[in-house]
């Protein structure tokens, strides 16, 4: 039933939220034999909408005032999102710090700070 659901939900969203773009971050070698970070992979293209934390929600459960609140629709994903993946959505660029999915599968729901594009 919920993947039912899931199908549903994903074919009357798609095509009406914001353009977005998945990225993991790749390492390469130090020439030591220890992977470094060393930047950002292809971007996987899905959708999704930006939002922000209610003022006393986030004071509550420690959330940083400029933290935004990602959500992807999942049906558009080739991949699960990790933490440290980076979000590029509406121009600005994100940082993955906490993820949830909701019961249905339908959104990932990303909790994420500021980057550098």
């Not at 420690?62 to 935004?68: D, E, L, Q, S």
């Not at 019961?103 to 550098?116: K, M, R, Y």
Request: glycine share 12%; with cysteine.
């Amino acid at each position: 039933m919920l993947d039912e659901l899931k199908d549903d939900i994903t074919r009357s969203l798609t095509g009406t939220l914001r353009p977005a773009a998945l990225y993991r971050a790749t390492t390469i070698d130090d020439g030591y034999g220890n992977q470094v970070p060393g930047g950002w992979g292809s971007p996987h293209a899905c959708e999704g909408v930006r939002g922000s934390y209610d003022a006393q929600y986030a004071g509550e459960a420690g959330i940083p005032r400029t933290a935004a609140r990602i959500e992807l629709l999942a049906g558009t994903l080739d991949m699960a999102p990790e933490r440290l993946d980076k979000i590029e959505i509406d121009g600005g660029a994100w940082l993955i710090v906490e993820i949830e999915v909701d019961p249905a599968g339908v959104l990932w729901v990303c909790q994420c700070s500021e980057a550098t594009p």
